[in-house]
């Protein structure tokens, strides 16, 4: 759960390296939610040892006390684009509510404008083995 910027800190961690379908993503208006289902990389388990296999699991983000929702690079006739997650980045708004960009490779943002910071991650199912471990380029 996540109530502040530091605990959204914590869930980025959790999503980095994450995959998306754009059809996986839903702004549910009449409830104020938003809901986004991943393929997670469990980042956590390759850290408890060497000999660990890469695994993933499905898991689901969800922001309550959403007043809008918004994207920049994203066709939206195109929905079963996958997005790769990087990050979450968090602002308070003079107007004391919140904007809460989901920042995704390829310059693809989805923000959010929320009343509160009020975020769930909760894994679904069973994990799943996965050939390959993300890379990322030295800068």
């Known amino acids: 759960m996540a109530k502040t910027s530091e605990d959204l800190r914590v869930i980025s961690a959790h999503l980095q390296d994450s995959i998306v379908k ?11 939610i938003f809901l986004m289902q991943l393929n997670r990389f469990m980042w956590e388990d390759i ?17 309550e006390n959403v ?24 602002l308070q708004m003079s107007d004391k509510n919140y904007e809460i960009n989901l920042i995704f490779s390829g310059d693809i943002i ?4 929320v009343e509160a910071i009020d975020a769930t991650l909760d894994d679904q199912g069973l994990p799943w083995e996965s050939k390959n471990k993300p890379r990322h380029k030295d800068l």
């Open 47 to 63: 850290e408890k040892g060497v000999f660990r296999k890469n695994k993933r699991i499905r898991t689901v983000l969800k922001f």
């Open 67 to 90: 007043i809008s929702v918004s994207s920049k690079n994203i066709k939206q006739g195109k929905e079963d684009r996958f997005l790769d997650f990087l990050t979450i980045d968090t």
């Open 22 to 32: 754009t059809n996986d993503i839903a702004n549910l208006k009449k409830n104020r």
């Open 110 to 113: 989805v923000k959010l404008i």
